[in-house]
T-cell receptor
Framework: ETGVTQTPRHLVMGMTNKKSLKCEQH?????MYWYKQSAKKPLELMFVYSLEERVENNSVPSRFSPECPNSSHLFLHLHTLQPEDSALYLCASSPGTANTEAFFGQGTRLTVV | LAKTTQPISMDSYEGQEVNITCSHN???????ITWYQQFPSQGPRFIIQGYKTKVTNEVASLFIPADRKSSTLSLPRVSLSDTAVYYC????????????FGTGTRLTVIP
């Protein structure tokens, strides 16, 4: 248990569906992150939020839309995804963005059909 | 952004000490070096972080030479449960990009 909770753990969605991934941390951290990990590929940093402001958008398609309503919660809204978007989506948090230890959630295994 | 290079894979027998080296030739003055461990279908887990010389905690040691262009993660007496992917990360000067993961090193511990 890292203190970072992601829901759901597994999600199957059609290409026309709209769904959201949720991440929650009560560690008092100021930075939160979304990563994507496809099979046999390195983790890809998608978005970084610091103090609820987006500070990094790593060339992610607009069908992925992040939201950070407060420092404890982070969402990833999904719409019109493609099968190649199937992956493990990981959320992480850290005290700040500079040289600090990140705590990862267990991830959401997403399958797009 | 400081790029890191690690061996793709390593094998080791149980009970041996394992050393995984990471190269980061363009590390910046303010960068720290951080290592993570990841098991299949789980998020990475922080192992150790250092700036220079040697850092030791309950699970590993991190050796950093004076020029800081490389670092070595040392795992003492590995067990089967240490089979995982190990990532070396280096923070850049802006700080916001210090969580870019490379390909990592897949360690397989053999009975």
């Amino acid at each position: 248990e890292t203190g970072v909770t992601q829901t759901p753990r597994h999600l199957v969605m059609g290409m026309t569906n709209k769904k959201s991934l949720k991440c929650e941390q009560h560690l008092g951290h100021n930075a939160m992150y979304w990563y994507k990990q496809s099979a046999k590929k390195p983790l890809e940093l998608m978005f970084v939020y610091s103090l609820e402001e987006r500070v990094e958008n790593n060339s992610v398609p607009s069908r992925f839309s992040p939201e950070c309503p407060n420092s404890s919660h982070l969402f990833l809204h999904l719409h019109t995804l493609q099968p190649e978007d199937s992956a493990l989506y990981l959320c992480a948090s850290s005290p700040g963005t500079a040289n600090t230890e990140a705590f990862f959630g267990q991830g959401t295994r997403l399958t797009v059909v | 952004l400081a790029k890191t290079t690690q061996p793709i894979s390593m094998d080791s027998y149980e009970g041996q000490e394992v050393n995984i080296t990471c190269s980061h030739n363009n590390i910046a003055t303010n960068d720290y070096i951080t290592w993570y461990q990841q098991f299949p279908s789980q998020g990475p887990r922080f192992i150790i972080q250092g700036y220079k010389t040697k850092v030791t905690n309950e699970v590993a040691s991190l050796f950093i030479p004076a020029d800081r262009k490389s670092s070595t993660l040392s795992l003492p007496r590995v067990s089967l449960s240490d089979t995982a992917v190990y990532y070396c990360l280096v923070g850049d000067e802006a700080g916001a990009n210090n969580l870019f993961f490379g390909t990592g090193t897949r360690l397989t511990v053999i009975p």
